[in-house]
């Protein structure tokens, strides 16, 4: 099983399909490319302190 990258209404999509199902489908497998995204840190949306208030 292998995976590859279908267009699917214009969304891209994988699948994993067998060399033989991917054959008859006409798709073409692609190398995996290395994760090199690293993900973002989520701002704080915590409400500040009020100042007025005690503690």
Do not use: C, F, W
Not at 13 to 39: C, F, I, Y
């Amino acid at each position: 099983m292998r995976e590859y990258t279908v267009d699917i209404g214009g969304i891209e999509h994988n699948v994993q399909l067998s060399d033989e199902e991917a054959e008859r489908r006409g798709l073409k497998s692609e190398p995996k490319a290395a994760a090199t995204k690293v993900a973002k840190a989520p701002a704080n949306k915590a409400a500040p302190a009020p100042s007025d208030k005690g503690a």
